[in-house]
């Protein structure tokens, strides 16, 4: 089983809007509403892989109540900590007359107490002993300690649980000292943190040799629409190029390599097999309309014409 934490869960609905125009009234079409937060995203395309997953983070007030809901309904093993804040709701605009072009208006989140988050660490270390890996995706809310994170990566050593982190900000810096199994990031999140721009594939695969010498065991830097590039534990580096795709929307796109990579590896398949699934998975998702969606025929097809992405200078 994967435990899959989500710190910033939020209530995520898409409204399908053709010819959408800034300071116009509109009357949707197409509503998705979804469990949110990048963490239910890789959970729902794990599950779609066949992978059973654990969802844990903190929810509150009425749109928790249909967070909750709505993950249940959809089969998503979870277990929410209940916090006084509002849950944040987070939209999406797909105008299809706009080749899809995507408007997206994301609330912070709401701020959560030191107890409220020990809540959902306690959570976490209580199911770790079932894990086989533990996938920790998305922003902190406000309000938590400055150790949230390490203390979740504290709860996955003593409990000898790899880690699959997928996240930013100022706690990145500490959480490589403790030697996550996977650091996923995308091209401008690895740059920030390494502290200068990955502008073409063979720069970000030099800087995924560089955040291994920080701490992360193997690397994987997602590129858009290029593909991905990453080094192997072994200091093997690789990048596979994305299929040409007729996308709807990318929205959860990255949450699904993420998906496709963690199933790839608890299957053993290893990093770069499993990076080419993750690309597969990415883009099967850009297919649909909605976070974390994909189709396994889509991933089947698309898989073959995955082709390496050269590294030369």
Same mark, same amino acid.
Not at 112 to 139: K, M
Not at 172 to 183: E, G, H, I, N, V
Not at 260 to 287: D, H, K, P
């Given at each position: 089983?994967?435990?899959?934490?989500?710190?910033?869960?939020?209530?995520?609905?898409?409204?399908?809007?053709?010819?959408?125009?800034?300071?116009?009234? =509109? #009357?949707?079409?197409?509503?998705?509403?979804?469990?949110?937060?990048?963490?239910?995203?890789?959970?729902?395309?794990?599950?779609?892989?066949?992978?059973?997953?654990?969802?844990?983070?903190? %929810?509150?007030?009425?749109?928790?109540? =249909?967070?909750?809901?709505?993950? #249940?309904?959809?089969?998503?093993?979870?277990?929410?900590?209940?916090?006084?804040?509002? /849950?944040?709701?987070?939209?999406?605009?797909?105008?299809?007359?706009?080749? @899809?072009?995507?408007?997206?208006?994301? !609330?912070?989140?709401?701020?959560?107490?030191?107890?409220?988050?020990?809540?959902?660490? =306690?959570?976490?270390?209580?199911?770790?002993?079932?894990?086989?890996? /533990?996938?920790?995706?998305?922003?902190?809310?406000?309000?938590?300690?400055?150790?949230?994170?390490?203390?979740?990566?504290?709860?996955?050593?003593?409990?000898?649980?790899?880690?699959? /982190?997928?996240? =930013?900000?100022?706690?990145? #810096?500490?959480?490589?000292? @403790? #030697?996550?199994?996977?650091?996923?990031?995308?091209?401008?999140?690895?740059?920030?943190?390494?502290?200068?721009?990955?502008?073409?594939?063979?720069?970000?695969?030099?800087?995924? %040799?560089?955040?291994?010498?920080?701490?992360?065991?193997?690397?994987?830097?997602?590129?858009?629409?290029?593909?991905?590039?990453?080094?192997?534990?072994?200091?093997?580096?690789?990048?596979?190029?994305?299929?040409?795709?007729?996308?709807?929307?990318?929205?959860?796109?990255?949450?699904?390599?993420?998906?496709?990579?963690?199933?790839?590896?608890?299957?053993?398949?290893?990093?770069?097999?499993?990076?080419?699934?993750?690309?597969?998975?990415?883009?099967?998702?850009?297919?649909?309309?909605?976070?974390?969606?994909?189709?396994?025929?889509?991933? !089947?097809?698309?898989?073959?014409?995955?082709?390496?992405?050269?590294?030369?200078?």
């Amino acid at each position: 089983m994967i435990v899959t934490v989500v710190p910033n869960p939020a209530l995520d609905k898409t409204v399908v809007l053709p010819d959408f125009k800034l300071g116009n009234i =509109h #009357r949707a079409g197409e509503v998705i509403i979804q469990a949110g937060g990048k963490g239910f995203n890789v959970a729902r395309a794990l599950r779609t892989l066949g992978v059973q997953g654990l969802v844990i983070g903190p %929810a509150g007030g009425y749109a928790g109540k =249909h967070l909750l809901a709505l993950a #249940r309904q959809e089969g998503l093993e979870i277990d929410m900590q209940e916090v006084n804040a509002e /849950l944040r709701t987070c939209l999406t605009i797909v105008d299809p007359a706009a080749d @899809y072009q995507l408007t997206e208006i994301y !609330e912070q989140g709401a701020s959560l107490s030191r107890a409220e988050w020990e809540a959902v660490v =306690h959570r976490v270390a209580s199911a770790l002993p079932r894990a086989t890996s /533990l996938v920790i995706s998305g922003s902190f809310p406000p309000g938590v300690p400055e150790d949230a994170l390490l203390m979740l990566l504290q709860q996955a050593r003593t409990a000898s649980v790899p880690v699959l /982190l997928d996240t =930013h900000g100022a706690q990145l #810096r500490a959480a490589l000292a @403790y #030697r996550p199994a996977l650091l996923k990031l995308n091209q401008f999140e690895a740059g920030e943190l390494l502290g200068y721009p990955l502008t073409d594939p063979f720069q970000a695969v030099v800087g995924t %040799a560089e955040l291994q010498r920080r701490g992360a065991q193997e690397v994987i830097i997602s590129l858009g629409k290029t593909g991905v590039v990453g080094c192997t534990a072994e200091g093997q580096r690789f990048g596979w190029i994305a299929p040409t795709v007729s996308a709807l929307s990318s929205t959860g796109s990255g949450d699904c390599l993420l998906a496709g990579i963690a199933a790839g590896l608890i299957r053993g398949q290893g990093l770069i097999q499993s990076a080419r699934l993750g690309v597969a998975a990415g883009a099967a998702n850009t297919l649909q309309i909605g976070a974390g969606l994909l189709n396994l025929d889509d991933i !089947e097809t698309l898989l073959p014409g995955i082709q390496v992405l050269s590294l030369t200078s």
